[in-house]
C-alpha cells in the first residue's frame, strides 16, 4: 500500500495531509476522493466509498480552510447554520442570535432552510461545506444520521442546537468534532408545570405530538422531553393528559376543540410555541376565560416588548448563550459546547402564577 510522505513545514512541523495522500492511501482518484469529501452526490460505489472513508480517518485528513476559501472566492471566513424554516419564530430568533455573534468575530453566516425533512437536510450540509464554511450549525427534528455523515467526511465540525437528535458519543473520540448546546428540555417541561400547579391547577393538560407517527413528518425529541418533564412535576403525572397533535397551529385549535367538548382541564402546558396561540383561541371559542378558567403556558416564545395584545407565559432559553456556545463549538473561539444553557420562565397575560422559576447550567 503506498505509504503518505510526511515532510515538515515551518507552520506545524508535519505536512499537511491532502486529497491525493487520500486518494494514494485508499488507491482512488482525487476526484472519487473530492466527491466524497464535498458530499457529493457524484456517484461513487460503496465499497469505494469505504475506503477512502477509512483513508480519511487513518491519515485524519482536515480540509484546508484557507484553501477552499480562495478556491470558492471566499474573503470572510464563513459558518453555515441549518434550520427547519427561518419564518418559524423560534428558528428566526436563533438565526438572529448566531448572525449577531458570528458577526462579532467578522464571520458571515450562510443559511439554507431543510423543512424537517433530513435528506434535504443532508443536502443543504453539503451545499454550503462546498461553499466554503468552516463549521455548521445544525437546528432540527429526527434523524440525523445523512447530515452527520456528510460533516464527518467533509472533516469539518458540526454542532447540533436545541436537539442532540438522538446522537451519541458527541464531543468525544468517537465524535470528537460534534457538539450539542441546548436547554435541559425536561427541567424546562417540569418548571412550566410546576408553574400551572402553583397558580392552582389540578388537571393540567400537556399539548403536543412527538413520534413520526404522531406528527406525520418527524420525531420531535424536544416535545417528549417535555413531556417527560410535565410528568415528573407531578406527583401522580398521568401519561394519558396529552392531547396528540401533528406539528401545526390548526392541528392543535382542532384537536383541543374537541378535547373541550366533553373535559374541563385547568390548565394546558403546550409543547410548541408555534401552537399556544391556536390552543388560546380554541379555549376562547369554547366558552372559556384564559387565565380565569384555563392557564396556558408554552416554551420558546419571542422576546416581550411591551405591545402585544395577549402576551403567553414561555419558558425561554437565554439564546444570546446559545449562539455563544454554538459558535465557539465549530470555531474554536473561547465558550463551551458541553453545558446546557440557561432558561427563565416569563410571566405573560396566560397564567395566574406568579413566575419565580428559571433553570440553567447545572
Known sequence: MPTVPTEPTPASGARRVTLADVAARAGASTTAVSYVVSGSHRPVSDALRARIEAALVELDYRPDLAARALRTGASTPMVGLLVPHV??????????????????????????????????????AARLIAAGVSGLIVLGEGDADATAAVCDRARVPVVWVH????????????????????????????????????????????????????????????????????????????????????????????????????????????GTFGQAEAVVKAVVDAGHSVPDDIDVVTFDGGPVTGHELFPLTTVRQDLDAVAVNAFASITGTPGSSRTPVGFTLVQGASTTAPARSSGGAE
Open 87 to 124: 419564518t418559524m419564530p423560534f428558528f428566526s430568533q436563533v438565526a438572529d442570535a448566531v448572525e449577531r455573534e458570528a458577526g462579532r468575530h467578522n464571520h458571515l453566516v450562510l443559511f439554507a432552510n431543510t423543512d424537517f425533512d433530513p435528506d434535504k437536510e443532508a443536502e443543504a
Open 163 to 270: 436537539n442532540d437528535r438522538g446522537l451519541t458519543g458527541l464531543g468525544t473520540a468517537e465524535r470528537p468534532s460534534h457538539g450539542h448546546v441546548g436547554a435541559d428540555h425536561v427541567h424546562a417541561g417540569a418548571v412550566a408545570t410546576e408553574h400551572v400547579l402553583r397558580g392552582g391547577a389540578r388537571h393540567p393538560v400537556f399539548v403536543g405530538g412527538f413520534t413520526v407517527e404522531e406528527t406525520g413528518l418527524v420525531r420531535r425529541d424536544t416535545v417528549r422531553q417535555r413531556f417527560e418533564g410535565f410528568l415528573a412535576a407531578q406527583e401522580a403525572g398521568d401519561p394519558t393528559a396529552r392531547i396528540v397533535t401533528d406539528l401545526s397551529a390548526g392541528d392543535a385549535y382542532r384537536a383541543v376543540s374537541r378535547y373541550l367538548v366533553d373535559h374541563t382541564p385547568d390548565a394546558f402546558v403546550v
